[in-house]
Nanobody, 126 residues
Framework: QVQLVESGGGLVQAGGSLRLSCAASGRTFSSNAMGWFRQAPGKEREFVAAISWSGGIKFYADSVKGRFTISRDSAKNTVSLQMNSLKPEDTAVYYC???????????????????WGQGTQVTVSS
């Protein structure tokens, strides 16, 4: 059974940092693009960041560019999201996802991802 499990969420004050991790099991995703998305209450799931299979191509939403960094460790089958200078508007459930069809140019659309984690809550207080 394929699973993606996020960890590292929590409560942090504005300006603080958190590091989210996503561990995959059941299959390796070393040849696949991976992404992070988030969903705030009452809002649609939105793209945060994505990384190609090699780690050489990374995309970020404009709202997090310069503050968040996505990385991966293919040997460990993990992907991480370092979040700095957090703002209250970053509050959401964060999900990691794996995409099977576009390893080189990761997608920014949730519907193109094939596997999803259960999410981890990030709350940023003002």
């Amino acid at each position: 059974q394929v699973q993606l499990v996020e960890s590292g969420g929590g409560l942090v004050q504005a300006g603080g940092s958190l590091r989210l991790s996503c561990a995959a099991s059941g299959r390796t995703f070393s040849s696949n693009a991976m992404g992070w998305f988030r969903q705030a209450p009452g809002k649609e799931r939105e793209f945060v960041a994505a990384i190609s299979w090699s780690g050489g191509i990374k995309f970020y939403a404009d709202s997090v560019k310069g503050r968040f960094t996505i990385s991966r460790d293919s040997a460990k089958n993990t992907v991480s999201l370092q979040m700095n200078s957090l703002k209250p508007e970053d509050t959401a459930v964060y999900y990691c996802a794996a995409e099977l069809d576009r390893p080189t140019i990761p997608a920014r659309v949730p519907s193109l991802y094939d596997y999803w984690g259960q999410g981890t809550q990030v709350t940023v207080s003002s």
